[in-house]
């Protein structure tokens, strides 16, 4: 968790989201050195079906120092909680001290039944589980005792670097209320000012107010573009960002916002009117932006160009 940057505009860190379609280390580390060579403060890397995103992040890690770096997000199923902790604190000891957040979720329901075949409707359980043991094991103790419903952690790791960060994809109240008790807070996706407003900071903080926790980070993972083609943007990015909102959560996320179709919640504009929307993104409890940076190559330049001196 490295310190904010100095953007007194909108008093928020702005990261770079890695993208899914990297295929091979080196491309996570050329990706990871360019966002550090704009100057950007943080690198977010996807897990997906492709490479193991903690041990990417490993060798960037050693590669380039000097960007925090971070999982949005690693899903629980399949991740014994040990191990995983074990990955997070060897990354931890790689990066140095202040660099790496461990970001967590349960996934959706094809993924966790599909590949995994665990039940998604106990998930909320499971994570339950999964993040007590995290909290114990990353923490000062690097201990967990836990017998639960759906698995047993009775450990104490010798490892006895930094605590890397910790957050947790959660959209509804219970998601929240776990990574308000157990979390350092969270990171979300296809979620829009109203509804970070109005629901996902106030149940977060209260939840770690509630646990005697600071207060909680807020990563908001968005796509932006700016670009004077506003309407040519919109119909390029909008089957894309539809096609992710037929996903259960995320689809409640967009009908919670009030928007028309899911691309309304993107981030398109000139440079003026994306620096307004970021501004009520941070007026509504956002700590981070987590750029999707889209658009065609002249739009993703002119995007990260402006991203990289709002952050400087």
């Known amino acids: 968790m490295m310190a904010d940057s100095d953007d007194g505009e909108a008093g928020v860190r702005i ?3 890695g993208g899914s379609d990297a295929m091979t280390v080196d491309e996570v580390v050329a990706r990871v050195r360019a966002a550090a060579d704009e100057g950007f403060p943080g690198f977010w890397l ?19 120092t000097t960007i925090g770096l971070g999982t949005a997000v690693v899903p629980i199923q399949g991740r014994h909680p040990i191990p995983l902790a074990q990955q997070a604190l060897t990354l931890a000891d790689v990066a140095g001290e202040g660099r790496v957040t461990l970001g967590v979720g349960v996934t959706h329901k094809p993924v966790s039944e599909g590949w995994y075949g665990i ?9 339950d589980e999964e993040l007590r043991a995290l909290d114990g094991l990353l923490g000062p103790s690097r201990r967990a005792d836990v017998d639960g419903d759906h698995l047993s952690a009775h450990i104490e790791l010798p490892i006895k670097i930094a605590r890397p960060g910790l957050v947790v994809a959660a959209l509804g109240p219970k998601m929240l209320d776990l990574a308000g008790r157990y979390a350092d807070g969270t990171v979300t996706w296809m979620t829009g000012v109203a509804t970070l407003r109005n629901d996902v ?3 977060l903080r209260a939840a770690s107010a509630a646990a005697s926790r600071p207060e909680p980070r807020v990563i908001v993972g968005i796509p ?8 040519g943007a919109r119909e390029r990015l909008g089957p894309g960002m539809a096609g992710t909102a037929r996903m259960a959560s995320y689809a409640r996320m ?12 993107a981030l398109i504009g000139d440079e003026a009117t994306v620096a307004q929307h970021i501004d009520a993104l941070a007026d509504a409890g956002m700590t981070e932006l987590l ?10 330049a002119r995007t990260r160009a402006f991203l990289a001196a709002r952050s400087s």
Request: proline fraction near 8%; charged fraction near 20%; include cysteine.
């Open 15 to 17: 990261s770079i989201y």
């Open 46 to 64: 996807p897990q997906t079906a492709g490479l193991d995103a903690l041990t990417a992040l490993a060798v960037a890690a050693r590669e380039v």
């Open 119 to 127: 039940p998604y409707k106990s998930v909320v359980g499971l994570c």
């Open 201 to 203: 900071v106030p149940r």
């Open 224 to 231: 932006v573009c700016v670009t004077s083609d506003v309407a």
């Open 254 to 265: 967009v009908a919670a916002e009030g928007v028309a179709e899911p691309v309304d919640i």
């Open 291 to 300: 750029a999707n940076v889209l658009g065609d190559p002249d739009e993703r």
